[in-house]
């Protein structure tokens, strides 16, 4: 089968003409750097089956971050029939940048120029031939909304394939220095066998503008460029292509068409120095505001209909040891988690039509300044900000970040975040032990999750990665109108990664806890009563009874759980409770609830997205220990104090 | 100079290119090559980081990384709260949007006007014939030219 690759700069519309072809269902967002590996789908054409690769976006071919290792190699060793470099027709230079390093890499490439219908509505005139003529490539117009372009494409692909004819050959002659450089280099690496699959020219170029790789590859041979030259040269080299890029574009555009008022003038206010936060502040209201607020209804719906199948089983089915664990464990616990389902949707689409629209990059731009005290970027804000509704999706969507080291940084704080599963906790316990407080005993604790979350990102970029920043180089998109299908792709791709964990890691626990907690007897003799007893003298010095510590193992599973076990065991938490503990025990116990283990669910997408069970297990370990501490200090203070 | 120091509106061209190797590759292939004409787009709150023009792509930078990247002025154009007091300026362009453009002008300031310098903290300039009070955010949105 034919293989055909897309490569091109992050926010070009790439997937959008990946899944325009290949009829595949990627997100495509309004936020550089969205396919963070590679996705692939076959098409038929005119009777032969063609596979098509959707490469990470890149601005340049060194091998240096993970995107353009993933790219370059790809070229190198699978070796696709076409490479099809995709360029955005409002702004080709950097695209065309990227092509002509993928033409000195390799023959058989093309041009597209995504987003013509844009440029046509802004009376931007391009000329086709001009660009086939000085870059010596099949040039084809396409638009991925409107379809047009895409059999032409399509042609010209198999076109390629069958004939092995890419239009012309023309090579981009550097300055005099850097041409006699090269020749010195072609002439030594002819000769060397294992260079052979390799281009020569291009192995010359990428050893002068100092690419480590290639350098190490030469090496071996004897072939070396000193560091100061190489600066020099790289310099020199990405000058030459950018004069050449708009030496033809003066020649292929021949009228640019209005500015982009709307753009600006949306701009002005969104990133405005002083409206800017403000505006900021305002736009995450809003989102949780509809995640919780306008979402709620269905969450009650959902909890109504749940509780009806419960009754309606034990109804139907009588009692017995199956009824309760149906209904007890399964029903009960899952269903607990499924009340949630609204939320997460909610706030996945709120968020959704930020990005889609081109919101987020601004936010992360308007909040930098604050990130860039933690040695984080404005992006790893957004995903923390999602961790108050739940961790899940917060961590999920660290996935945007670019930088691998902040994006694990922002993986290893986010479960401090308090979630909304913790909330009926705090809200339990204020409400029997700080009567008349509640409100101001909530809010610190929403504070001091806060402060734990900035202190732990310090500290973790301190022991990680010795406190080095993370470069905040980034595009800002133009605006665009949000897709439906987009949109709703947005929504669904993340919102059913949370129905799968329900279904999943949820429901084995559900039943799990149902068994401990009924078996062999009920309650005080079960073994949830051995495990909380067994357990209970490490949590001595802070004051726990053994019933909450059962809660506490329990609620590893889904923080809501803590509530729901304190019900089992206590029958009645508000006038069994203050005979057992003291109040700053029981603010011990909500600072507890708030910084240890994350949830099941949490630790499961912590071990996908960091890549392994030890980050999973640090994270486990570590917030244990944040909490032991933190509430034991609280607990033996308090305990002086009174 | 550095291009983090250049004011906004302002236009420079680049002379060199500092990153360490395994960022410079992207911030050449993004376009900040030596020649290319960069433009200060804005600031965010806080003024850092900040917005650039280069190739036709708005890119943000934060200042330790703009610090990194050496130009010289293209024009001669800066705020006129950098003027100096005495001196006669020709106002070329404006940095605010079309609120602030409708209210400088009809003070009398609008882009190729003559305006002098009368005292600086408060700022009091005389254009068209007029003598105005301006405050120093107004005077850092309005870009002059010596003549």
Known sequence: MSIVAFVGNPNVGKSSLFNAITGARQYVANWPGVTVSRKEGIRRWRGREIKFVDLPGIYSLGAISIDEKITRDYLLKESPDVVVVVVDALNMQQGLYLLIEVLEMRENVMLVVNAIDEAKKRGMNINKYELEKHFGVHVVFTSAVTGEGIEELLDKILHIITTKEVHSFVELTYQKEIEEKVKELEKKIENIEDLKPYKPRWLALKALEGDPEVLNLLKKFGISIPDEE??????MIAQRRYQYIDSVLKEAITSFGQKLTISEALDHVITHKFLGIPIFLAMMYLVFTFTFNVMSPLSDLIDIGISNLGEWLRNVMGSGWVTSLVVDGVINGVGAVLVFVPNIFGMFLALGFMEEVGYLPRAAFVIDKLMYKLKLSGRSF???????????????????????????????VSPFITCSARLPIYILLAGIFFKGHEAAVIFALYISSIILTAVSATLLNKILFKGQPVPLVMELPRYRLPGFKNLW????????????????????????????????????KSFAADLGKFFEPIFRPLGYDWRMVTALIFGTAAKEVVVSTFQMMYGDPASVLPNLITPPVALSFMFFVMAYIPCLATIAVIKTEAGGWKWATFSVLYSLSVAYTISLLISVIGRAIL | MKLSEAAVGTKVK????????????????????????VEVIKEAPFGDPRVYMVHGKMITLRKSEADLIEVKPLSRQFPLSMAEVGKRYIIKSFLGGPFFISRVRSMGIDIGNIIEVRSKFPMTVVVSGK?????MGMAEKILVEEI
């Open chain 2, 14 to 37: 680049i002379l060199s290119v500092n990153f360490p190797p395994e960022l410079q590759g992207r911030i050449l292939g993004l376009g900040f090559v030596p020649g290319a004409i």
């Open chain 1, 230 to 235: 190489s600066k020099k040269y790289k310099e």
């Open chain 1, 382 to 412: 957004m995903s923390l900000i999602l961790g108050f509704g739940c961790n899940v999706p917060a961590v999920m969507s660290t996935r945007g970040i670019a930088d691998p080291r902040e994006r694990l940084i922002t993986i290893l």
């Open chain 2, 131 to 135: 003598v105005v009070r301006i405050g």
């Open chain 1, 489 to 524: 792709l947005y929504v669904w791709e993340r919102g059913k990664h949370f129905l799968e964990k329900a279904g999943t890691i949820i429901l084995v626990s559900a039943i799990i806890i149902w068994f401990l907690g009924n078996y062999p007897a009920p309650a005080d």
